[in-house]
């Protein structure tokens, strides 16, 4: 059984650019979280998904940032004209319906230049 | 204040040593606390996982919980080299936001031979 998958695992883009990350969720996995770990900092809590539905968005910044969970098809995380604050790891992690556990990715390392 | 404060140490220690890795948690909704161990450039990986107060054993890890005074510890026994990582505490309000996880700065742990 495979993983939570993502990719691309290194994204480099320049000022301006967009930014799509993507996450396939492990077998079985209908919830799918994303995750920011900036330098020296921990994981921070972004977004909870289910299949076509934003369950949490809290911790989203409120502009250039946005997440969906297509009925087909990975999560994608999106960030419109990256600025370098935005150089930084996403991880994406999936749970079950029954478990409690959430399995993370290996994550985005996403750089701005 | 931070909703969970973990030291970031750098922790280091000789082969054999037993460790003690130690958050504190300030949301009394959190019900939920895991231990992840988060190798560089990973993603991180589920270590141990409680919801009571008391102590959980799985090999040489004991996590152990007071939600008494909001104390989450991780001890390791016996710890190798391969034990050098980052351990990162989180816990969660269970409910509909299991994956939502609420993380320390994690604290980062040399085991030298």
């Known amino acids: 059984n495979a993983g939570v998958m993502q990719n691309p695992r290194h994204l480099v883009r320049r000022r301006g650019q967009e930014a799509r990350l993507r996450c396939s969720p492990m077998k079985g996995h209908s919830h799918v979280y994303w995750y920011r770990q900036l330098p020296e900092e921990g994981l921070k809590f972004m977004v909870y998904l289910q299949k076509e539905n934003i369950i949490d968005e809290s911790g989203m910044p409120k502009e250039r940032f946005s997440a969906e969970f297509p009925k087909e098809g990975p999560s994608i995380l999106r960030i419109q004209q990256v600025v370098r604050g935005d150089s930084a790891a996403y991880f994406c992690?999936?749970?079950?319906?029954?478990?409690?556990?959430?399995?993370f990715g290996q994550g985005t390392r996403l750089t701005v230049v | 204040q931070k909703e969970v404060e973990q030291d970031p140490g750098p922790l280091s220690v000789p082969e054999g040593a037993i460790v003690s890795l130690n958050c504190t948690y300030s949301n009394s909704a959190f019900q939920y606390f895991m231990w992840y161990r988060q190798y560089s450039r990973k993603g991180p990986e589920l270590l141990m996982y409680t919801y009571s107060s008391g102590n959980k054993e799985d090999g040489r890890f004991t996590a152990q919980v007071d939600k008494s005074s909001k104390y989450i510890s991780l001890f390791i026994r016996d710890s190798q080299p391969s034990d050098s990582a980052t351990y990162l505490c989180a816990s969660n309000a269970g409910g509909t936001s299991y994956g939502k996880l609420t993380f320390g700065q994690g604290t980062i742990l040399t085991v030298h031979p």
């Open positions: 992690a999936s749970s079950s319906d029954l478990d409690t556990e959430a399995f």
